[in-house]
Nanobody, 115 residues
Framework: QVHLVESGGGLVQAGGSLRLSCAAS????????MGWYRQAPGKQRELVAR???????NYADSVKGRFTISRDNAKNTIFLQMNSLKPEDTAVYYC?????????WGQGTQVTVSS
């Protein structure tokens, strides 16, 4: 079992920045992928960014150049630095952990970008 705790969401004006954090605890496998997904009202959940334990990163095209994902393997924690935020980035952001064919989700944190 893996437990994910997210923090860092909030309300920000367009052009502003926010930093999300997600700490994983429990049975952490040596090979894993952690990432951020988001879901806006009326839309499907979508990948924002993910990072393997070895540091391989994928970003959604919509956030490339604005968002940066990183991780601290010693603390089983990932971060999402979000810059140049746009109103269309407004969504609930979910932390995700995948390891040993098991998938876990955090409770979600609201990010709201006002125009």
């Amino acid at each position: 079992q893996v437990h994910l705790v997210e923090s860092g969401g909030g309300l920000v004006q367009a052009g502003g920045s926010l930093r999300l954090s997600c700490a994983a605890s429990g049975t952490i496998f040596s090979i894993n992928i952690m990432g951020w997904y988001r879901q806006a009202p009326g839309k499907q959940r979508e990948l924002v960014a993910r990072i393997t334990k070895s540091g391989i990163i994928n970003y959604a095209d919509s956030v490339k150049g604005r968002f940066t994902i990183s991780r601290d393997n010693a603390k089983n924690t990932i971060f999402l630095q979000m810059n140049s935020l746009k109103p269309e980035d407004t969504a609930v952001y979910y932390c995700n952990y995948w390891g040993a064919a098991m998938n876990y989700w955090g409770q979600g944190t609201q990010v709201t970008v006002s125009s």
